[in-house]
């Protein structure tokens, strides 16, 4: 009998959540926001069937503000993940992880890598408020984030040659140089300069080729002219 009742009680730790994106969704914004002291969100490769949820759970890291701490690992930085998140709060993890949302060590929201349904009644994720069982998912990535990697910043890397291109891109960005003109300036082919255009856009999410040399300027990768 007394087995029966830690059963049950352990049973209603863990809550369903319903297939649809919306409602998984819904599920991680309860307990981001019920974060005080910190929250890990974990975005492993995923197919076209979790991008939606990925995307949306991006967005949900992104409005972690402090005093809160937010730890996002990941396969992949998302776009513009300089600007949104900051230094020091994104580091790519290789080893196999599902998607995660923990907050405070309490409270978990667990996303499996299929959710397409099955023999569950198509549960797609589970809020899980289990002491024991929300320690270990907790322990786990404080271990996974002191070995992973950091997100490598805007101008960060091993090649000071190529960061030194990125800054003079950059620089050519916010001044409104054409391509043109700006690949001969650089002694590259235009080809080229786009190429290292279309990759600043997207790691500083920036809408145009202006608004990149900007968010530049304000993240103090360009000094102030």
């Known amino acids: 009998m007394g087995e029966h ?3 049950q009680a352990r049973h209603a730790l863990v809550a369903g959540v319903a297939v649809a ?4 969704l819904a599920a991680a914004e309860q307990v981001v926001e019920g974060a005080r002291r910190g929250v890990y969100v974990v975005l492993p490769a995923a197919g076209a069937r979790l991008a939606a949820v990925h995307a949306g759970l991006a967005e949900l890291a992104a409005r972690v503000e402090e005093p809160r701490e937010l730890r996002l690992l990941c396969a992949r930085p998302p776009a513009g993940w300089a600007r949104r998140y900051g230094a020091g709060r994104v580091r790519i993890a290789t080893v196999p992880l599902p998607t995660l949302v923990v907050a405070d060590g309490r409270t978990a929201l667990v996303c499996p890598a299929s959710t397409d349904g099955g023999r569950d009644g198509g549960r797609a994720a589970s809020v899980v408020e289990d002491p024991s069982v929300v320690g270990a998912l907790h322990a786990m990535l404080r271990s996974v984030w002191g070995g992973a990697t950091p997100a490598a910043g805007p101008l960060d ?3 000071p040659a190529r960061a030194e291109m ?3 891109v950059l620089e050519r960005l916010r001044d409104g140089v054409t391509d043109e003109a700006a690949a001969r300036e650089l002694a590259v082919s ?3 300069y ?3 255009v279309t990759g600043i856009l997207d790691l500083l999410g920036a809408g145009s080729r202006f608004q990149a040399g900007v968010l530049a300027s304000e993240l103090g990768i360009l000094p102030d002219r």
């Open 166 to 168: 990125v800054r003079r």
């Open 190 to 192: 235009v080809r080229t």
């Open 194 to 196: 786009r190429r290292y």
């Open 21 to 24: 994106d919306a409602a998984v």
């Open 157 to 159: 890397g091993a090649d």
């Open 5 to 7: 009742r830690d059963r």
